[in-house]
């Protein structure tokens, strides 16, 4: 690829992403010393190693906009195997580990990783490295869309059998949104969106933890002390915030109301402490994240620079829309977090990685 003419970062994206940051840094701390000091006898666990990602996940974003964009296309199809091979690991006796019934996480030492939080972004990656060639292709169902969709179902499927469908969820939407745009036809995808229906409700069938959760979304008042207790603690904490908040670390529902209220349930606390001004600031927040990600994607200086800013924004927008809606009771519990919010090593490191990439797109392109 030819050497690119750079025109400037896009300090707009930048600070959005570090006020979102230092936002959820302190929010995590207060969602969770209570939680903290009565399990680790330290009300700061949380708030460290919080600290600690945010801090690996900030040298990501320096390192990112230092590697031109293109050599990471270049390294598409490698990411994505290696991405598809953690995936796999995970089913190793010994090397998978099983939070919350879902073997989605490797140890490393004190740590741990989650590979489909990257595969994410190993997929937006070939995606920016394929599609600028098959694009002509597209339109034509088995030479172009289903191969593309294969790219998508597979490691899918391989994220199913943890299980985590809210992760696969969002690489699906991801995936096909990325389609939609490069030149898929729609008659495509309404024939794959009966399939997926049908598929939706076979995994919620076969799941008797995923038809608790229906249950529980359409009426959380019927097991408000089982499958309904998450989401009603939510509701409860929203409501008393009102416009202004109860004040930063005065939440109740973090007092063993509201399960762990640091990882996907952060909003309720936030919206409990700092109020609907505190809330609909977030929210702009994120909408100056998704416009800048957006102007990047249109005025970059190739197709394939233009593709990886418009996934890497759509990753993050529909993670934004669904873990919101799971708060406020209008879809079931997915177990998705809130980027640069949310409690979460492998999370945060991926959002700020994939930052550090759209950052770098934006040095080279033409937004006035």
Known sequence: MNKKTESGLDYVLLTAVILLLLIGVLMVYSASSVWSDYKFDDPNFYLKRQLLFAVVGLIGIWVMVKIPYFKWVNWAVTI?????LLLIALFIPGIGMVRGGANSWIGVGAFSIQPSEFMKLGLILL???????????????????????????FPFGLIMLQPDLGTGLVLVLTGMLILFVTGA?????????????????????????RISRIQA???????????????????????PGGLMGLGF???????????????????????????????????????????????????????????????ITSMIVIQVMINISVVIGLIPVTGITLPLLSYGGSS???TLLSIGILLNISRYATIK
């Open 348 to 350: 945060l490191t991926l």
């Open 185 to 209: 036809k729609i008659n495509h995808f309404i024939g794959l969106a009966v399939m997926g229906l049908v598929a939706l409700a076979g995994l919620i069938i076969s799941a008797p933890y």
């Open 127 to 153: 995606f920016a490295k394929m599609l600028p060639t098959k694009q002509h292709d597209l339109p034509m169902l088995f030479k172009g869309f289903l191969p593309m969709l294969l790219l998508i179902i």
């Open 80 to 84: 994505y195997i290696l991405c598809i």
């Open 249 to 311: 670390g005065n939440s109740m529902q973090k007092y063993f109301y509201l399960p762990e209220p640091q990882t996907d349930f952060i909003f309720s606390v936030i919206a409990e402490e700092l109020g609907l001004i505190g809330g609909s600031f977030i929210l702009f927040l994120f909408l100056v994240v998704v416009w800048r990600g957006i102007l990047i994607s249109v005025h970059a200086q190739d197709h394939s620079a233009s593709i990886l800013a418009f996934g």
């Open 217 to 239: 979304f359409l009426n959380p008042w019927e097991d408000p002390l089982g499958d309904g207790f998450q989401i009603i603690q939510s509701l409860y904490a929203i409501g």
